[in-house]
């Protein structure tokens, strides 16, 4: 039964989100506009006994994620932009290792230091590497208070089953902001066994060890074998591919024009659609939920359909997503771009103004 | 009601944030969708301090307000950089105790209150903009008095629960100036 709505700040959701969900190790290092992630972790898993770290560094915090996801925890760090720029090695060593880990980015504008006011510029980071090597992180990108709550949950199971990091991709609005959130009595946590867990060998009674030790590594120096590993992490991706795509679709079967938007941007896209419908344009929308993995069929599938135009793409960037959103429509259809930078947010007007422009003649 | 929008500013320790929390709570009290959000760009304590509040009938869309039906202004500088966000036809919720100017638009609907003279009167800042949710709450009807007192239960915790008639006295006085 759905309990009674609660008006929370949305980092306050995540971090009770990640307890909800069994999670008893948090690492983390304080950086606006998360903290209010660390906060809500410092005061809470003392009263649950669980660990809080405030580590010396966003480093010290990644690897600190490794070391419990190795020993088979649920574990979880967060920070924002710069700060996830620094995890990025340890990033990298999780997807080497195929560790379990759920890290959460709450966007600021860069690049460098930048602002600290909400922005989506670490699409291409959260989705195509941003750490060394040939890996994958599963990247969901809530929309509400509420979906960062339901998503938190979600990636630790999407987590333990793939044996994959997990990034929550949200920005500043959707961490400061408070909305109406309500909690479920029972989390749907799935158990997953985890016998590769360097947690201890046991002794039998004539004192030998219950099973060979287990080894945690990203290292492989013989070619051949790291060529394996590398082909078996491939093989995970595209089960992932296959199984996980999540989406949003609102309007196709009539639209004219059809936003492309996350997160943010698709919160301020959705009432454009209403507005648009005032003025006689239909336009639908595809908000993707994973971003990796991406919702391309989708995409590639309301581009084939006779009644959609155009796309527009919306985001905080100066045009990240669209080059996903390109290669979905694969040239069947034209994709117009707007975005806006520096922390600031579209308003509903820029966004209905490039509608009109693209109905009235495709130029814009 | 859709996406009906506030903008709550004044000086850092003023209460303006909390003012926010307590008439987002009061909407939800009513089933509405509302989005609460704050200023948390580069301003210090003793600083300007605002924040956004949104109530609507439908999922709300951007919870940064841009253009506002109702500013509360318990600062000159805040009446200085707000009064040109307000819709036209929208209102300004003028505290005269700390804003010496006026405003200057015509297309608007002006309520000056002297909510510092309140706070004074009850003895804690925080009755000022409390005073101005009166306001708000008389002059647009965007939640009642009732889930107004609703929403101080929820949001003070118990030990500050002995406050509640004084902040529903200076809400009052508020509401009696429209």
């Not at chain 1, 949305?10 to 660390?38: D, K, L, S, W």
């Not at chain 1, 880990?101 to 600021?108: G, L, T």
């Not at chain 1, 509400?144 to 997990?166: C, G, I, P, W």
């Not at chain 2, 939800?28 to 760009?41: I, T």
Request: some cysteine; aromatic content about 8%.
């Amino acid at each position: 039964m759905a309990q009674k709505r609660l008006l929370m700040k949305g980092n306050e959701v995540i971090a009770e989100a990640a307890i909800r969900a069994g999670c008893r190790n948090y690492f983390g290092y304080p950086i606006t506009p998360q903290t209010e992630v660390m906060h809500y972790m410092a005061k809470k898993m003392v009263q649950i006994g669980g660990n809080f770290v405030q580590a010396e560094s966003e480093l010290a915090a990644i690897n600190m994620v490794y070391g419990a996801a190795s020993a088979g925890f649920r574990a979880m760090t967060s920070s924002s932009s710069p700060g996830i720029s620094l995890k990025q090695e340890g990033i990298s060593y999780i997807a080497g290792a195929e560790l379990p880990a759920v890290v959460v980015n709450i966007v600021r504008a860069g690049p460098g230091l930048g602002g600290i006011l909400p922005a989506q510029g670490d699409y291409f980071q959260a989705t195509k590497g941003g750490g060394h090597g040939d890996y994958r992180n599963i990247v969901i990108a809530p929309a509400s208070v509420q979906e960062l709550y339901e998503l938190t949950v979600e990636a630790f199971n999407l987590a333990d089953k793939y044996r994959n990091l997990v990034m929550i991709l949200g920005d500043g609005t959707l961490g400061q902001m408070m909305e109406p959130v309500a909690f479920r009595d029972e989390e749907p946590i799935v158990t997953y066994e985890k016998p590769w867990a360097t947690n201890g060998r046991g002794y039998n009674d004539d004192g030998s060890y219950k099973r060979e030790h287990n080894t945690i590594t990203s290292i492989y120096i013989d070619p051949d074998v790291l060529e394996v590993k590398n082909n078996e992490l491939q093989a995970k991706y595209e089960l992932i591919r296959q199984n996980e795509v999540r989406y949003e679709a609102i309007g196709l079967e009539d639209a004219e024009i059809v936003i492309t938007a996350f997160s943010t941007c698709s919160r301020i896209s959705r009432n454009v659609i209403r507005q648009a419908a005032e003025l006689g344009i239909k336009v639908g929308m595809i908000r993707p939920i994973t971003l990796w993995p991406f919702p391309t069929q989708a995409i590639a599938d309301a581009a084939a359909m006779p009644n959609v135009k155009a796309f527009l793409d919306v985001e905080l960037n100066a045009g990240q997503m669209i080059e996903d959103v390109k290669l979905a429509v694969n040239g069947a259809k034209p994709v117009y771009f707007h975005g806006r930078l520096g922390g600031n947010l579209p308003t509903q007007k820029e966004i209905l103004d490039k509608i009109v422009a693209i109905h009235e003649g495709g130029k814009v | 009601m859709i996406d009906f929008s506030i903008i709550l500013a004044g000086f850092g320790g003023q209460g303006i944030l909390s003012a926010g929390k307590f008439a987002a709570e009061a909407a939800l009290y009513e089933g509405k969708e509302v989005s609460w959000f704050p200023s948390y760009g580069p301003e210090m304590r003793g600083g300007t301090a605002n924040c956004s509040v949104v109530i609507s009938d439908e999922p709300i869309g951007s919870p940064v307000v841009n253009d506002a039906d109702v500013v509360i202004c318990c600062n000159q500088p805040s009446m200085e950089k707000f009064e040109a966000s307000i819709k036209p036809g929208g209102y300004l919720i003028v505290d005269t105790g700390m804003i010496k100017i006026k405003a200057t638009r015509t297309d608007i609907n002006v309520i000056e209150l002297d909510a510092s003279g309140i706070a004074d009167e009850f003895g804690a800042m925080a009755y000022g903009p409390i005073s101005m949710l009166g306001c708000l709450s008389k002059a647009t009807g965007c939640f009642s008095r009732e889930s107004f007192e609703k929403s101080l239960y929820e949001v003070l915790p118990e030990r500050r629960h002995k406050m509640i008639p004084g902040n529903l006295a200076a809400f009052d006085k508020g509401a009696a100036a429209v």
